[in-house]
């Protein structure tokens, strides 16, 4: 049986923490930011953490 590819658009997107988790960028950072405050652009900007339920489904796109 041949090897499980790893999805390109999921490693592009996602990264493994330490302990396991799965960080994520925030989406509306891209462009059309002048009506934006300051404050929302600057939140944006820090990486989150992937939901519990959508974590089985990108793990399985990481081949992990």
Known sequence: MPK???KSSAKKRFKLTGT???KRKHAF???ILTKKETKQKRNLT???LVHESDVKNIKQQLCL
Do not use: A, D, N
């Open 29 to 31: 950072k891209s462009h």
């Open 46 to 48: 820090q990486t989150g």
């Open 20 to 22: 396991g988790k799965i």
């Open 4 to 6: 499980m590819k790893t």
